[in-house]
């Protein structure tokens, strides 16, 4: 009886010490570490990647703001408290601070030189971030930095003045060819065509010709101008606003489309135009 047992310790002992069974469990434990590293730190690169687009598209828009004759103006304010290149970068500065937040960036630009611009020479935006990571802690990284930079222009002098209107319509102009006066407001009709048949083709007959001769052909029903408090708008200028959802009053037309051309040189230029929705 005993030597029965002694020979089965004997063979299981000899199993053991030959089995593979420990020896693939633990390369498994091992490889597995390997594994959900590498997976991990591809999710925290794919994060750091995505930060680095998003701060690319806010500093090439901050560079557009930046470049606006209306922006650069603030250059030639001198006052004594507000001095115009201080006044400037606020300005950008504060484009950035929105612009982050409207591109939904969910982390915060670190550094503080965000906007460089000096007297007549470049104008550069540089952004800056650092990702926390979530896997690559397991080796002692906890964030990824992540930059972006984007050269505004060589100079602001290039740029037009913000005064140097190429076409400029504030829809003041009253009466006309095409005018169906209703009292408080006026309709153009589109082509000579009722508002019930609709035209498709802008064709060579103007619809409305602007204070400044500004000359515009429309699509679809015809255009409508209301004074300011008449419908609900916010104006620059003037008493006047056109819509182009307009309906001779009896809520019976549709949406129209209103365009004029203009031959432009070779520059930069900036388009402004101010806008509400009918829908509340």
């Not at 557009?64 to 304010?77: E, G, H, I, K, T």
């Not at 990824?144 to 222009?153: D, F, G, K, M």
């Not at 076409?167 to 589109?190: H, P």
Request: proline letters at 4%.
């Amino acid at each position: 009886m005993n030597t029965i047992k002694l020979r089965q310790i004997v063979a299981r002992a000899r199993r053991f010490g030959t089995a593979k069974d420990g020896q693939i469990a633990m390369l498994f434990a091992l490889m597995a570490v390997v594994l959900i590293s590498a997976a991990g730190g591809g999710i925290d690169l794919m994060r750091a990647y995505h930060a680095r687009q998003k701060l690319s598209e806010i500093a090439a828009l901050t560079c557009q703001y930046a470049s606006r004759p209306s922006v650069l103006q603030l250059l030639n304010s001198t006052t004594t408290s507000n001095p115009g290149a201080k006044s400037y970068a606020d300005t950008v500065g504060g484009y950035i601070d929105e612009a982050v937040k409207t591109q939904l960036l969910n982390w915060t630009v670190t550094n503080s030189d965000r906007f460089t611009q000096t007297g007549t020479g470049p104008a550069k935006v540089e952004l800056a971030v650092a990702v926390p990571t979530a896997f690559a802690k397991i080796m002692q990284i906890t964030e990824i930095p992540v930059s972006a930079t984007a050269q505004c222009y060589d100079s602001p002098s290039a740029l037009p003045p913000a005064d140097a209107f190429v076409v400029k319509e504030g829809f003041e102009t009253r009466g006309g060819t095409n005018a169906k006066d209703q009292g408080g407001w006026q309709y153009y009709t589109i082509n000579g065509r009722t508002i019930a048949k609709p035209s498709s083709d802008p064709g060579a007959t103007p619809v409305y010709t602007g204070a400044n001769n500004s000359v515009w052909y429309g699509t679809g029903y015809c255009l409508e101008t209301d004074q300011v408090g008449t419908i609900s708008s916010t104006l620059p200028e003037g008493r006047q606003s056109a819509e182009l959802d307009c309906d001779d009053g009896a809520g019976s037309a549709g949406n129209s489309a209103i365009s004029t051309k203009v031959d432009l040189a070779g520059g930069n230029y900036e388009l402004r135009y101010f806008y509400r929705s009918r829908v509340t």
